[in-house]
């Protein structure tokens, strides 16, 4: 994944600063996760990715494909911040 290339960016829709980034965001439902900070994001998607596997675990398809959908956001936002090899890393390593 590409680093962050402009070293601001911003929503076209209600103009909040979304950091650096490779793209800012046309609308605000699209940057909810762009206001957390990269540790935490990091955080969030390691319980995010244990849950996934206890919900499959369990048999529970519909919660298990909704909290899929929660980590490829994550994912997206991490990318967008260049920093998604590096959270990847951290997951093999924990």
């Known amino acids: 994944m ?3 290339i402009y070293p601001e960016t911003y929503c076209s ?3 909040v ?3 650096p ?3 800012g965001f046309s609308h605000c439902a699209d940057h909810t996760l762009a206001l ?3 540790k935490s994001l990091k955080d969030v998607r390691l319980r995010t990715i244990k849950l996934h596997r206890q919900a499959l675990d369990a048999d529970l398809i519909l919660s298990a494909y ?3 959908q929660a980590i490829n ?3 997206a936002e991490l990318a967008r911040r260049g920093e998604f090899v590096n959270a990847v ?3 093999k390593s924990s």
């Open 36 to 38: 957390g900070d990269t």
């Open 73 to 75: 956001k994550i994912d």
């Open 89 to 91: 890393r951290e997951a």
């Open 17 to 19: 600063s979304t950091g």
């Open 13 to 15: 829709q209600c103009g």
């Open 66 to 68: 909704r909290i899929e």
């Open 21 to 23: 980034g490779t793209h």
């Open 2 to 4: 590409s680093a962050a």
